[in-house]
């Protein structure tokens, strides 16, 4: 059984440059949804997707933006970054999309710094 | 509003002292709680979850809906239970997998 993956691991940006984050779902697992982490904070939820569809989205602005692949793959894509996008982002991947007591899976996130 | 509220920041505590990690939430609906756990250089794991009504590593957490709060508590701490501890709230029947986290309580139990 093979775990979420993320890359990269770590990333240095600048102010106003576009990111793009990728996610491997954990095996069997067709349901993906992305949090950020600021520091001394709990992860807060950016959007899920499901079967390559955005099926649920946090109080983040459209500059964060997402896509789903056939293979369950997903990226996470920000424009115009800001100073404080300056977080560790995670992506979690669980078999079913709103069942309850869904198990989520997490990767080891990305940590990205805005200059 | 969903909000779940982690007054601690840290509790420290020796080895083999009970341990009561606090946790209230605030939700309109019926909700999930959960306690998700990060031991040092590991990933985000789920501990466990108030429908399975579980005990896992010793841990147990009971949700009471009056006083709308699900600690974390077990009766004798592990150094190996050193973690940081997150609370987590789900409304159910959303229809997806969005959960609300509170700030986290990072347990040091020394020995």
Not at chain 1, 9 to 29: A, E, F, N
Not at chain 1, 97 to 106: D, H, I, M, V
């Amino acid at each position: 059984e093979t775990g979420v993956t993320q890359s990269p691991t770590h990333l240095i940006k600048t102010r106003g440059q576009q990111v793009t984050l990728r996610c491997s779902s954990q095996s069997g697992h067709n349901t993906v949804s992305w949090y950020q982490q600021a520091l001394g904070q709990g992860p807060q939820f950016i959007f899920q997707y499901y079967r390559e569809e955005e099926n649920g989205r946090g109080n983040f602005p459209p500059r964060f933006s997402g896509l789903q692949f056939p293979n369950y793959s997903s990226e996470l894509n920000v424009n115009a970054l800001e100073l404080d996008d300056s977080a560790l982002y995670l992506c979690a991947s669980s078999l079913k999309a709103g069942a309850t007591n869904e198990k989520l899976f997490f990767g080891s996130g990305t940590q990205l710094s805005v200059l | 509003a969903q909000r779940v509220t982690q007054p601690e920041k840290l509790l420290s505590v020796f080895k083999g002292a009970p341990v009561e990690l606090k946790c209230n939430y605030s939700y309109s609906g019926s909700p999930e709680l959960f306690w998700y756990v990060q031991y040092s250089r590991q990933r985000l794991q789920l501990l466990l979850r108030h429908i399975s009504r579980e005990s896992i590593k010793g841990f147990t957490a009971d949700l009471n809906k009056g006083e709308t709060s699900f600690h974390l508590k077990k009766p004798f701490a592990q150094e190996e239970d050193s973690a940081m501890y997150y609370c987590a709230l789900r409304g159910l029947n959303t229809g997806f997998q969005k959960l609300v986290f509170g700030t986290g309580t990072r347990l040091l139990v020394s020995p």
